[in-house]
Each structure stands twice: as structure tokens, then as C-alpha cells.
């Protein structure tokens, strides 16, 4: 079973600045690696799919990189509405299931 | 737009079982899975299993196996997850979430989202 390592698991950052998250694959992944940020009372949102592609909808400032083992996503200038927590998550194909990495929290410095 | 409703809030007793229903609409039922993934308070998000809505096949998480079922009614538009034998630590948010791409080209991300049902377990 792949295990999903995120790094760090809370960063401290002030809006305006760069927030750069790591996730990283304890054996070697094909690149459907997604990540999704979740707030208090909300649902899960998808913000990149296939390692750096952007969902519908998602702000160019989300920015998704890397391949197997180690995955990074780029938040080039943080907004107010950034602070969450950011998840990856990676799909093994025999059998099918998904993993999550156990998430980054971004908060205000 | 492409939604996905579900049921209200259970609580429920140590050893009983739950059902979730997920209710999507304003898309072709038949042509995307449904995964469903939880939440436990202070954890994070963790995937139980996926249904294919047209033929019903499933597949679920190792954790779960045994103890999860899910299931479809294609009349209604609508899964269901029952989670069997529950204990004090399956106390969590429960989602319904759809796969991004057509089941024809294979399952991948997660686009869409129930709001989330909370089911409490205690005695």
C-alpha cells in the first residue's frame, strides 16, 4: 500500500506570501496525483489533478509540480480564503483505491 | 449545476448500522463513479470505496471490507453507503464525491462533492 507523506504538516505564512507544499510517495506513483483544500464546514475541493493540472474553476496561483516519488503545490501569493488545509492524494490501480496524504494545515502567521 | 445532495444527520448506537444516501443530479448518472471518502473529528480524509453507478460494481477500501456496502438505485439517481457493526471511532463526516473524468476513461480525481452527512456513534 503507497503511503502518502506530507511535508510540513503546518506551515505559517502571512497573505502575500508563497506557500510551497510537499507530499511525497513511499513507492514509486504514475502521476494521478491530485490535491484538494478543505475548510471548517465545507466539502473537500479539487484544485489540481494529474500532478499539475488545474480543476475547473481553480485561481492560477495554485500551481501543482513533480513526479514519482515527490509531488509539490505552489501557492504563488497567498489570499485571505487560502488558509486551509491542503490534502494529496494518489490512486493505485491494482486494485483501484485511493489514498490520502494526512494534510497540511496553511495558517496566518 | 452538478450536484450531489445527502442525508441528514445520524446518531447512532455502538453495533448498529448507518445508511447514507447521495443524491446526484443535473448530469448522466451512468456514466461517472461515485467514491465515497470520511472525515473522523481531528483526522483526515480517508477513501472508503467507489460504485460504479450503471452496473453497481464495487470496490472498497481493505479497512472497510466486510463492514461497508454500497449500492445504487438508478430510478432515483441515488447511492447509498451503509456501514454495518459501528463503533465509537467511526464517528465522522461522511462524503459522496464524483470522479472527475467519464467512466470510459478510467477513474481519477474527485470534482464534486456532497456537503457532507456527520454520523455520531455513541451509547
Known amino acids: 500500500e503507497v503511503v502518502l507523506t506530507q511535508s510540513p504538516a503546518t506551515l505559517s505564512l502571512s497573505p502575500g506570501d508563497r506557500a510551497t507544499l510537499s507530499c511525497r510517495a513511499s513507492q514509486s506513483v504514475s502521476t494521478y496525483l491530485a490535491w484538494y483544500q478543505l475548510k471548517p464546514g465545507q466539502a473537500p475541493r479539487l484544485l489540481i489533478y494529474d500532478a499539475s493540472n488545474r480543476a475547473t474553476g481553480i485561481p492560477a496561483r495554485f500551481s501543482g509540480s513533480g513526479s514519482g516519488p515527490d509531488f509539490t503545490l505552489t501557492i504563488s501569493s497567498l489570499e485571505p480564503e487560502d488558509f486551509a488545509v491542503y490534502y494529496c492524494q494518489q490512486r493505485s490501480n491494482r486494485p483501484p483505491t485511493w489514498t490520502f496524504g494526512q494534510g497540511t494545515k496553511v495558517e496566518i502567521k | 449545476q452538478v450536484q450531489l445532495v445527502q442525508s441528514g444527520t445520524e446518531v447512532k448506537k455502538p453495533g448498529a448500522s448507518v445508511r447514507v444516501s447521495c443524491k446526484a443530479s443535473?448530469?448522466?448518472?451512468?456514466?461517472?463513479?461515485i467514491h465515497w471518502v470520511r472525515q473522523a473529528p481531528g483526522q483526515g480524509l480517508e477513501w472508503m470505496g467507489i460504485?460504479?453507478?450503471?452496473?453497481?460494481?464495487?470496490s472498497y477500501a481493505q479497512k472497510f471490507q466486510g463492514r461497508v456496502t454500497m449500492t445504487r438505485d438508478t430510478s432515483t439517481t441515488t447511492v447509498y453507503m451503509e456501514l454495518s457493526s459501528l463503533r465509537s471511532d467511526d464517528t465522522a463526516v461522511y462524503y459522496c464525491?464524483?470522479?472527475?473524468?467519464?467512466?470510459?476513461?478510467?477513474?481519477?480525481?474527485?470534482?464534486?462533492w456532497g456537503h457532507g452527512t456527520v454520523v455520531t456513534v455513541s451509547s
Open positions: 464525491a464524483r470522479d472527475r473524468r467519464a467512466k470510459v476513461q478510467g477513474p481519477d480525481a474527485f470534482d464534486v
Open positions: 460504485i460504479d453507478p450503471s452496473g453497481g460494481g464495487t
Open positions: 443535473e448530469y448522466t448518472f451512468n456514466n461517472y463513479y
